[in-house]
Every structure is written in C-alpha cells, then in structure tokens.
C-alpha cells in the first residue's frame, strides 16, 4: 500500500517562499503521475502542479512563474517550490501519487 508523507508548510508573509515536499513509501519512479492539490477554505480541491512518469509538467494558470514543481526519484519525494505566496495560496495542500492521497498540509499566507 502506498503512503504519502508531506511536510514543508506553515505560516508565510505575501511574498515569502515555502517549499513542501512529499515522500513516498515506493519508488517515485513507479507512479504514472505525482501531482500537488489545493484546497482553499471553503472551496474544492484543485490540482496546483503535476508532474507525469513522461516529464510532462502542469501547473494551474494562476501559479505559473511562481510554483515549481520537481521530483527526485533516488529519494522517492515530489517537491513543490512556491515563491512569491500571495493570500489566496492559503489552505490545505494535498499530495498525490496516482490515486494515492496524503493526509494534507496546512499553509498560511497572511500578513
């Protein structure tokens, strides 16, 4: 069975950057898609960045220039860099891996 252990959130100030990383009990290599949800307070889930088996990448359009997201393969973790936090980036971010889902991470972005 497959588990997803995110870490990597916490409270921010607009501008300021967080980096949340996602490791998995099973080679990263194994899994089709990694992919970073989000959701806001209030709000469903929305797929923020993904990152496919084939190297191709998505991000949503209003995190592009922004978020990077990366896998390494040799530590089976999915990362997802967020510069310049804005607001609207705070809730829960969920890592997925297939159709494998992590418990979610808290992250504030708030002056």
């Known amino acids: 069975q497959v588990h997803l252990v995110e870490s990597g959130g916490g409270s921010v100030q607009p501008g ?52 990077t997201i990366s896998r390494d393969i ?3 973790i999915v990362e997802l860099q967020m510069n310049d936090l804005k607001p609207e980036d705070s809730g829960v971010y969920y890592c997925v891996a297939d159709f494998t889902w992590g418990h979610g991470i808290q992250v504030t972005v708030s002056s």
Not at 37 to 50: I, T
Not at 61 to 67: I, L
């Open 16 to 67: 300021e950057s967080l980096r949340l990383s996602c490791v998995a009990n099973e080679s990263a290599a194994d899994f089709y898609v990694m992919a970073w949800h989000h959701q806001a307070p209030g709000k469903e889930r929305e797929m923020v960045a993904s990152f496919t088996k084939y190297y191709f990448t998505y991000y949503r359009p209003s995190v592009r220039g922004r978020f």
């Open 74 to 76: 040799a530590k089976n």
